[in-house]
């Protein structure tokens, strides 16, 4: 017989209110990647930056499905990858390496979400990486770097390489591994992930016709979709636009997120 979850009781009291925002949004974007069919069972990481000054940084507790996440059950560690408050939980040291390294070196990094997606894995194993060859991959591909695949992330001295490979962009096809994507809100690093993963299935799809017969977009037109597709109108998008819609989707199918 299956046992309940017991829920984590709230912490909100703890909390200042631009914490337990943060740990709002994460809990729902963990959610919405269930959602969407892009989890991995208890597997990949979903991370946030807790306001202030003290580096600390919230993660999901191995030990939970997407779909339970809640804002009170976040685990904030610090960049040590130490639990810094609530009941002890366990992390996964993998996680820890991958989201912290990002969150040290880019203060824009206030959100960093990692997905292991079948499509994302299979466009990480083809040498060309994304192909410019739909709308969504023009939309993702000008903010995409590559970081190439070292086993299984427990390795600290691989965060230096990780952050060297990201350099400014915003998203990353970790090689034969999956995708990243960083943002100054949990908002923003959903909604670019989401353009990334579309643009890796698309791919797939694509790609399973045959690539004899591809139509390459026109010479240039990559520059202005990323135009089009970048700066504050891409923030206009993610924090005013599509994130409040996706809240309103998960409130609809999936309550809960906010205990």
């Excluded at 690093?189 to 353009?195: S, T």
């Excluded at 016709?209 to 923030?235: C, F, I, T, Y």
Aim: hydrophobic share 40%.
């Amino acid at each position: 017989m299956a046992t309940a979850l017991k829920p984590a009781d709230s912490i909100r009291d703890r909390c200042s209110p631009e914490e337990w925002q943060a740990r709002v949004d994460l809990a729902a974007a963990y959610r919405l990647v269930a959602m969407y069919g892009w989890d991995d069972l208890i597997f990949t990481h979903l991370s946030a930056r807790v306001p202030g000054p003290e580096h600390h940084f919230l993660i999901n507790p191995y030990n939970l499905m997407f779909e339970e996440m809640t804002a009170s059950a976040l685990v904030k560690i610090d960049t040590d990858g130490n639990q810094v408050s609530g009941d002890p939980a366990p992390v996964n040291k993998a996680g820890f390496v991958i989201h912290s390294a990002i969150h040290m070196a880019r203060e824009d990094a206030h959100a960093v979400m990692h997905l292991h997606t079948p499509y994302g894995q299979a466009v990480s194993a083809m040498a060309d990486g994304l192909l410019p060859h739909t709308q969504t991959a023009l939309i993702a591909q000008h903010d995409v770097a590559y970081h190439d695949y070292e086993g299984i992330a427990t390795d600290l001295e691989e965060r230096d390489r990780l952050v060297a490979d990201l350099g400014t962009k915003s998203t990353m096809i970790l090689r034969n591994h999956g995708t990243l994507a960083a943002g100054e809100s949990v908002a923003q690093a959903f909604l670019r992930l989401y353009f990334l993963e579309r643009a890796c299935e698309a791919q797939v799809h694509m790609l399973a016709a045959g690539r004899d017969g591809l139509n390459n977009p026109p010479q240039g037109v990559e520059h202005k979709v990323e135009a089009q597709s970048s700066g504050a109108g891409m923030k206009m998008l993610a924090d005013g636009l599509a994130w409040p819609a996706l809240l309103r989707k998960l409130d609809r199918h999936n309550p809960g997120y906010r205990e």
